[in-house]
């Protein structure tokens, strides 16, 4: 475009925005169990073991949360979200979860803060608060002009670190006076409430910023925050700095933030009243519902979430073990239904599930039997890893290396890939030794089972649904489609309001050709050519004038799911050279 030219009317046309579909990230599980602390029944976004022990504390002992996030990056993983629960729900006479806190009182004697513990549990107790002022304020100048009774203003000699929101003290050694600043223009400093006395320049009379230190300590740990404003504007708001910088406490204003408002000094406080609200786990606080932000629970809490493509409860067993609300294996399989039941609902999602710990081995028939869904694979024996402390074996389901065995194959070749037959890392052997026959017949049940073999390790040695319809049978089947169907869903929302043509109709059918045709010469699907593999039909034949007419835009997509070679047959033929006979 010419940078001069003469006035008038010009007309440019702009290319049209070329838009494509990607397959997205997949491998990514969600891990829900019990831990010391951390937000409750919230994903948190976790990297790497050291970054779930910052979050989440040192493990809860019993629970096996931690040894399936430990064992999700040790076979491949790099990125997953923790639930963390606990009993939440006011039924029966168990103790219910909360955080640990402090009331602090003001120069008058009435409560000014409350000082709350970042998340529920008894870790909260340790955590120390102390309040402090600092010896000179970090503003002080004079006033220039003198200040009449009823002033909203004044004016100083500079204005330098004064901020709004800051609370400033006027005095001139006989009375003082507490305004907090509004606005400030120039050297000219305004707030709300006028001034019911006066004072002079010549008195001197000094303008002193009035600020307050906090200081936390959990354990060995020393966060320090200075020069704090109970001031709603401040940028000094003791409220928002804590949220922002805290890692262990966050802070509630309870009075209107007036001079008389700030808290006094104190001694070293601890905290109080933090509860765990681990014994009364209940089923229901797993499972737990979705009523919109700030009420979701346990599994609820996952509805909204759009970058999972995994699900794994891993410290089911430990309920069964620590929680008398727990009756037996039947809630257990009742969350673990529940956990099928909601990747079917939202349909782009796998549940990746664990026998319970002591099953023997025909018991393990029984229990599958229970499942019927291409949504979930369930997995038989526990394995057994190195204790870190006591340096013994110790059981620990296996939910979370496979997750992680999931997102290797995901990575390193696609969510086609079979997550079988790969050396499992982190562990040394299995909680229950089966003969071939047992692993056969669990397998025909649809059963995944560890095999172990001296030269090649422990491996996973099968990929099956917990459904008996042939074409969801293998895992990857329901993975495949599932994350084919987000990517599509996904990437054709810029679709909504554009006006439905052939043009329009043409150009989401290439773009889902091309799509499809990548993940096809990428291995995902069957077939020597592309019409053997997939189909993508958005046109007048499935678009009628009526479907127009209502502004329906119809696209219908089929792929070919692979499948993979469970048994490899060899013949052998030994023919034997012929023997002459003698006459």
């Known amino acids: 475009m010419p940078n001069n030219r003469l006035p008038g009317v010009y007309f440019e046309d702009n290319p049209k925005i070329e838009r494509g579909v990607s397959l997205g990230e997949t491998g990514v599980p969600a891990f829900i169990g019990v831990a010391n602390r951390g937000p409750l029944n919230e994903p948190v976004v976790i990297e790497s073991v050291q970054q779930f022990l910052r979050y989440f504390g040192e493990p809860v002992k019993g629970s096996y949360l931690y040894a399936s996030v430990w064992g999700f990056f040790m076979n491949g993983g790099t990125r997953c979200q923790v639930i963390r629960v606990a009993h939440v729900f006011r039924n029966g006479q168990a103790e219910l979860a909360r955080r640990a806190r402090y009331e602090l009182l003001d120069k008058s004697g009435y409560p000014t803060l409350e000082i709350l513990a970042s ?32 002033s909203h203003m004044l004016t100083v000699q500079s204005t330098r670190g004064i901020e709004r929101g800051m609370m ?40 002193d910023s009035v600020d307050f230190n906090l200081t936390v300590k959990y354990r060995k740990v020393v966060e ?28 509630n204003i309870l009075s209107n933030g007036d001079y008389e408002n700030y808290p006094d000094e104190t001694d070293e406080l601890s905290l109080r009243g933090g509860r765990d609200g681990l014994d009364g786990i209940t089923p229901e606080d797993i499972i737990g519902y979705n009523n919109g932000p700030g009420a979701r629970y346990g599994l609820g809490a996952l509805e909204s979430n759009e970058e999972i493509d995994l699900v794994c409860i891993p410290d089911l067993q430990y309920c069964l073990d620590h929680c008398p609300a727990f009756q037996g294996m039947h809630d257990m399989l009742g969350v673990q239904l529940a956990m099928i039941n909601h990747c079917e609902r939202q349909g782009d999602r796998f549940a990746i599930l664990d026998m319970p710990r002591d099953l023997k081995v025909e018991q393990a028939h029984d229990y599958r039997s229970k499942f019927e869904s291409s949504f979930g694979a369930i997995y038989y024996p526990w394995l057994l890893i190195r204790d870190e402390k006591t340096n ?9 290396f496979m997750a992680g065995l999931y997102a290797k194959c995901d990575h390193t070749e696609g969510v086609f890939r079979a997550p079988a037959n790969i050396p499992i890392e982190g562990i040394i052997g299995l909680h229950t030794n089966m003969t071939e026959g047992q692993l056969t017949e669990l397998n025909n049940k649809g059963v995944n089972c560890f095999r172990t073999s001296s030269q090649r390790g422990i491996r996973p040695w099968g990929v099956r649904s917990l459904t008996n319809t042939p074409e969801w049978r293998y895992l990857m089947s329901r993975r495949v489609f599932s994350a084919v169907r987000r990517a599509i869903y996904e990437n054709t929302q810029w679709v909504v309001f554009e006006v439905n043509n052939p043009d329009l109709q043409h150009r989401v059918r290439d773009m889902l050709v091309v799509f499809l045709g990548k993940l096809w010469a990428a291995g995902y699907f069957p077939g020597k050519v592309q019409d053997d593999a997939f189909f993508v039909t958005c046109d007048k034949t ?21 499948k993979p070679m469970e048994y490899l047959v060899i013949s052998f033929e030994h023919k034997l050279e012929e023997q002459g006979v003698g006459v």
Request: charged share 25%; proline share 5%.
């Open 542 to 562: 499935n678009n009628e004038d009526e479907d127009n007419d209502m502004g329906v835009l119809k696209i219908d997509v089929g792929i070919a799911l692979g």
């Open 168 to 207: 400033l003290k006027i005095s001139d050694n006989v009375q003082s006076r507490y305004v907090t600043v509004e606005r400030i223009r120039g050297n000219e400093v305004y707030w709300r409430d006028p001034l019911d006395i006066s004072f002079r320049s010549a008195s001197p009379t000094y303008i």
């Open 392 to 400: 013994e074996p110790a059981a620990v389901p296996s939910c979370g």
């Open 224 to 251: 320090k925050f200075n020069n704090l404003s109970l001031g709603r504007w401040s940028a000094r708001n003791i409220s928002r700095v804590v949220a922002q910088e805290s890692e262990y406490i966050r802070v």
């Open 119 to 150: 998340s529920e549990g008894s870790w909260g107790n340790l955590i120390n608060i102390q309040i402090s002022y600092p010896e000179e304020p970090r503003v002080h100048t004079f006033i220039t002009l003198d200040l009449a009774q009823g």
